[in-house]
């Protein structure tokens, strides 16, 4: 697996609003020393930014074009997998927390490119900008969500939610981990929900099964809370083709070990057994950090695969590594092996947070897996001192190991997005504390799932004070053979050759401390009509869940500021500053229908009257034609 070697990039960011070359400027940063990651090798930057890092630029400059540079990765070498005993999860005990620890963090999202000093810095920076807007926002002001209306009250570009229920909550296993992060998925009798360190199984009406919730770390096969961080980062989503729960997360065990942590049920019933697997991590990896999860139609036997990909510590960042694992093989609980893929980068820099797309719909058979990741580099690396624009979009191809295959084919191209980013400050709780709430950074956290063609990801942007959901609506392109594979496996090689920005919407931009957006999740659903959950806080509002949805014959979204979910008005503090939130929502689809529009899920975090984090979990459709 490569390593990263720490270069100084002096990086601008850019106050104000500019069109160069037909790409929209968002924000300026002051000059920062950056720990920008070129491919080779592993030296640590110890420079501090000095007293003239502090000068701010009233000068607007174009950011990089984002299909000018390379994108690039490594095929690793291939790994075996071999599963643990069958777990029954309905047989584990259930959790009733007999004590409550003082406040514990998981893992810093450690951004991969910054020291802990310069990044403290660079939140600062963000906090003081002035309020900003894209002319979009201008014409399209957002207003804060509205109050939860009575079923049949309104009608409203929003459909008002249908099923609604707390889901598990801070200390649900007796450990205080902050944040929850956030794992849904939904199946035609089941909602699953999973957070840091707890599984939870609901009745499609929200009715929670006896004895849960249950302690993922023992799903997993570990002690419970084991080694310092307990098993964290779940993320869950269904195989609506073979009727398979997939469950995965990260551990760092008692001795230091590095895990990735797959369980995968044996039935469609999620209270039933699982095989469970301990995917090993590179000989030196101090923390294997938030593994993502997609996975692609099952029945294709080139690409039917489930995809892990994560962010490598060694300790310092190492780049993203990505696990391709065999379906066939994890739904027998077979001994197994499997392709890995590394060293991925663009214009020479190692990039973070690959998120590979949860292709879900029986019918969606692409040919590849799609995998995308932002330019989190804080306007360093390929962004050339500028704020970043665009995303990667890459192509998985070929990637199960079979006799004969030539192995994986991999190409990823770059793709500007209308408007460029920088890093978001802090979010405000309410009249308790000014940018407090923790919103991380540029990179893509939750799940990104693929529907007709089209990917919808996220990210946290800067807003002018505080935080904003910038996302996009993307449309890859391949063509038959890029990789020119023969005999039994033409064509099974295709390459990305383009991909098109069909829409870009943000919640908060220009907003600065009136509201503020992060931590957004997007739900489809076959026609492509969507739901986005985010929360949202200000200087009025604690950080509260809120959803809104979108036609896609909507033009310009957002079509409506949408709806609270939950919230309260308590202080969300913990042992932490800034207070650590997220570290992503979800959102997960539902079974196809045949008489209507599937139900678009969603499940967030809100802040409960003790001051510590809670959870509830929706769903909303578009039932009427005449819904707008």
């Not at 009798?189 to 199984?201: F, G, H, L, M």
């Not at 197994?336 to 893929?341: M, V």
């Not at 969507?530 to 009025?540: D, E, F, K, L």
């Not at 909507?554 to 042992?575: I, K, L, M, R």
């Amino acid at each position: 697996m490569s390593q990263s070697r720490n270069l100084k990039v002096f990086c601008a960011w850019l106050m104000g609003i500019a069109r160069t070359g037909g790409i929209v400027t968002l924000m300026l940063l002051a000059g920062l020393s950056m720990k920008a990651a070129p491919r080779g090798s592993g030296d640590k930057d110890k420079d501090k930014p000095s007293a003239s890092d502090n000068a701010t630029t009233p000068r607007a400059r174009g950011a990089q074009n984002a299909s000018s540079l390379e994108a690039h990765a490594d095929i690793g070498p291939s790994a075996d997998a071999t599963p643990l005993a069958d777990v029954v999860l309905d047989s584990l005990p259930q959790i009733v927390p007999s004590r409550v620890v003082a406040p514990q963090n998981l893992p810093d999202e450690r951004h991969p490119y910054w020291t802990e000093e310069q990044w403290e810095q660079v939140k600062a920076q963000a906090a003081r900008a002035p309020a900003i807007t894209r002319p979009e926002d201008a014409l399209h002001p957002m207003a804060p969500p509205a109050l939860q209306p009575a079923a049949g009250s309104v009608v409203s570009p929003t459909p008002i939610r249908g099923t609604s229920f707390f889901g598990s909550s801070y200390a649900c296993n007796g450990e205080g981990w902050n944040p929850s992060d956030m794992g849904l998925a939904v199946n035609s009798t089941y909602v699953v929900q999973v957070v840091n360190e707890c599984i939870a199984v609901y009745s499609k009406a929200g009715v929670r099964a006896s004895g849960y919730p249950k302690d993922l770390g023992k799903l997993m096969g570990w002690p419970t809370n084991t080694g310092a961080h307990g098993t964290f980062d779940p993320r869950i989503t269904y195989d609506f083709v073979k009727s398979r729960w997939i469950i995965t997360a990260g551990t760092t065990d008692s001795s230091g070990g590095t895990w990735i942590d797959i369980a995968v049920s044996t039935t469609a019933n999620p209270t039933g057994a699982y095989h469970v697997y301990h995917l090993s991590t590179p000989t030196g990896t101090t923390l294997a950090d938030q593994p993502m999860l997609g996975q692609n139609w099952a029945d294709d036997k080139f690409d039917g695969a489930v995809y892990i990909c994560y962010n490598d510590y060694n300790p310092g960042f190492a780049g993203v590594n990505c696990y391709f694992l065999p379906k066939t093989s994890l739904y027998a609980g077979a001994v197994f092996t499997y392709n890995t893929a590394s060293g991925f980068t663009y214009g020479g820099f190692l990039v973070d947070s690959i998120e590979p797309v949860n292709v879900y719909e029986p019918g969606e058979k692409p040919r590849t897996e799609f995998a995308v990741n932002a330019l989190n580099f804080g306007g360093g690396g390929p962004c050339s001192g500028n704020p970043c624009n665009g995303v990667v979009v890459w192509s998985f191809a070929n990637t199960l190991k079979q006799t004969g295959s030539p192995g994986p084919f991999i190409t990823g191209i770059g793709v500007p997005t209308p408007s460029s980013y920088s890093e978001p400050a802090n979010a405000d709780n309410g009249t308790f504390c000014t940018n407090c709430i923790d919103t991380n950074d540029n990179r893509i956290a939750s799940m990104v799932h693929y529907s007709g063609g089209r990917i919808f990801p996220t990210i946290n942007v800067a807003n002018g004070g505080t935080s904003a959901v910038l996302g996009w609506v993307i449309r890859p392109y391949l063509n038959d053979n890029g990789g020119g594979c023969t005999g039994t496996f033409v064509n099974a090689c295709p390459a990305i050759t383009g991909a098109t920005v069909e829409q870009e919407f943000c919640a908060y931009c220009g907003a600065g401390h009136g509201g503020a957006g992060y931590f957004g999740a997007i739900t489809p659903v076959p026609e492509n009509n969507w739901t986005m959950t985010a929360t949202y806080s200000s200087g009025a509002t604690t950080p509260s869940m809120y959803y809104t949805s979108n036609r896609v014959t909507w033009q310009t979204p957002f079509h409506d500021p949408g709806f609270y979910e939950c919230s309260n008005t308590a202080s969300y503090g913990t042992s932490a500053s800034p207070a650590r939130w997220g570290d992503y929502a979800a959102a997960a689809p539902d079974i196809p229908g045949t008489a209507d529009e599937p139900a678009m899920w969603f499940s967030g975090m809100y802040v409960q009257s003790a001051g510590v984090w809670g959870t509830c979990t929706a769903e909303n459709k578009y039932v009427n034609v005449t819904d707008p």
